[in-house]
């Protein structure tokens, strides 16, 4: 009785802890022998402290900080999200707005691993009201079809174009294929796997650069192996009735493949290429049930067998499609980013050409110190600065990078950091390819409407010296009036009639 009794409690306890480590490590799962890449972030942290730093940001921040926050907050784009003259206590009541409605609340890791077939695996842990989310998604735009309705507070679902299965619960949304229990970590992927196990680790990042360079173009490889094959397949098709259309109208019959013949008396358009430069043949009598036959392809029958490539292909030659052939020998790229500071770092196996990246390494150390003090007044160039308390060189074969020491009263995360300066750099860069693009396509229409205005001076006698949208409607020499995607207004300079331009009121004239 007392045996059975000590051996549920301790079965109990046993699935207790079982069930515990397994939610604990959930996000781990996703990093398996055969992952080529793992991205791990810490968001729920990034998200607490800059909830913390905004919501105290008026008690905390010295005068200088709160000025040069407000005022790169006001060279931000009128058109955010959170509307223009964008303030501290804007970005506060938002923020809040967004944890109280308590839709997504993260509250642990966004990972990501990649394997070698290139399938990726996510899991984002978070706390979520699943009911909410389910109606956000049946809105999306390409939601047709998919079936968002949670079942047992879970919703399942196929991600649209592309073969991943996807699960959101109230804890984490799952992508593709992530096993209940992490794995056994071959050595490779331990010091990672120990990295992220951490809750002091803000973000992760590495790489098998070879296994990432070599995947990308097998993939590439194979899908134009596919394509030149089912072009393939489709000349010997179109080969094969050619000929027997031939031998229907002709009494001499083909009975081999004669390409010269079928061009010759228009049964072809013109000579069949294999795109893989394969030669085309026939196998058997083509006037009895013969086929046509690539030399490399073979016949359109064995072609149909295969989904994929037809035979396996060659291993790719990896090192002549390189910029560099030294880049070969990086095996491996790291970003590590903890309370502590940051390290960046690749493992080079090549001795001599570790040392050669060392040299450039410091070269271009020298030169971002340079540019650093050049731009001394730079208020972003003093934050970095002051959030870093030093550099130094990684230097332990087959490691090469660097290891930056954050400041330890700078209470920065440098994983949040790096997001925000990434952030900077992307969002400007956006902006402005909006912009240019936009730009264009003013200037496509004021070509339209130059070409419309040429088209009508020629063939009416009264001419248009200025812009004039009515008659060039009239006459049909424009469909419909061009609008500026960024509502300026058209109009002329000079005379139209005689080499005059047109000119929007925000993009001027082209040229
Ligand atoms: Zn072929
Ligand atoms: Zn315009």
């Given at each position: 009785m007392r045996k059975s009794l000590l051996a549920s409690v301790f079965i109990a306890a046993l699935l207790l802890t079982c069930q515990s480590a397994l939610y604990a490590s959930y996000g781990l799962n996703?990093?398996?022998?055969?992952?080529i890449g793992v991205i791990y972030f810490n968001l729920g942290k990034a998200y607490n402290v800059l909830r913390d730093q905004v919501k105290n940001f008026d008690k905390t921040a010295d005068t200088n900080t709160k000025n040069q926050v407000e005022e790169m907050l006001k060279?931000?784009?009128?058109?955010?999200p959170l509307g223009k003259d964008l303030t501290v206590s804007k970005i506060n009541e938002a923020l809040e707005k967004w944890h109280n409605d308590a839709v997504f609340i993260p509250t642990g890791g966004v990972w990501i691993s990649v394997s070698k077939d290139l399938q990726p695996k996510v899991v984002i842990e978070a706390q979520i009201n699943v009911n909410k989310i389910a109606e956000f998604l049946k809105s999306?735009?390409?939601?047709?079809?998919?079936n968002f309705e949670p079942k047992n507070n879970v919703i399942k679902f196929d991600v649209p174009g592309m073969a991943l299965s996807a699960e959101i619960s109230n804890e984490r949304i799952v992508v593709g294929n992530v096993s209940a229990t992490p794995q056994q970590l071959g050595e490779g992927w331990q010091p990672f796997y120990k990295r992220v196990s951490s809750?002091?680790?803000?973000l992760a990042i590495e790489l098998e650069v070879q296994s990432i360079i070599e995947s990308v173009l097998t993939l590439n490889q194979q899908r134009s192996a596919a394509t030149s094959e089912k072009a393939c397949a489709a000349n010997m098709r179109v080969m094969l009735a050619a000929t027997e259309m031939y031998n229907m109208d002709n009494?001499?019959?083909?009975h081999e493949l004669d390409m010269k013949a079928l061009v010759a008396d228009q049964y072809l358009k013109e000579a069949a290429v294999c795109p893989d430069s394969g030669t085309y043949s026939a196998r058997g009598d083509l006037a009895e049930n013969g086929e046509i036959c690539c030399s490399?392809?073979?016949t359109a029958a064995d072609l149909k067998k295969?989904?994929?490539?037809?035979k396996p292909q060659?291993?790719?030659?990896v090192v002549s499609q390189?910029?560099?052939?030294?880049?070969?020998?990086?095996v491996r790229a790291r970003i590590f980013a903890d309370t502590a500071g940051m390290l960046l770092a690749i493992a080079v196996k090549d001795e001599p050409t570790r040392q050669q990246f060392k040299e450039m390494l410091q070269q271009n150390l020298k030169m971002a110190e340079e540019q650093l003090s050049q731009n001394k007044g730079d208020a972003r160039v003093e934050t970095v600065k002051k959030m870093f308390a030093a550099l130094s060189h990684v230097d332990r074969a087959p490691w090469l990078g660097i290891s930056i020491k954050q400041s330890e009263?700078?209470?920065?995360?440098v994983g949040t950091a790096i997001v925000g300066v990434l952030a900077a750099i992307a969002i400007p860069n956006f902006q402005k390819a909006r912009l240019e693009a936009r730009k264009k396509a003013c200037f496509a229409n004021q070509r339209v409407l130059l070409g419309a205005t040429e088209m009508y001076n020629m063939d009416n006698?009264?001419?248009?010296?200025e812009l004039n949208i009515e008659p060039l409607l009239k006459g049909s020499y424009i469909r419909s009036a061009p609008v500026c995607p960024e509502g300026g207004v058209y109009g002329s300079s000079g005379n139209l009639a005689e080499g005059g331009k047109i000119e929007c009121s925000i993009h001027g004239s082209v040229d």
């Open positions: 996703v990093i398996e022998n055969d992952s060279t931000m784009p009128a058109d955010n999306a735009p390409n939601a047709q079809g998919t809750p002091d680790q803000h009494e001499k019959m083909l490399i392809h073979n295969f989904d994929g490539p037809a060659p291993k790719i030659d390189l910029p560099d052939p030294r880049l070969q020998h990086i009263n700078e209470q920065i995360l006698e009264v001419m248009l010296k």
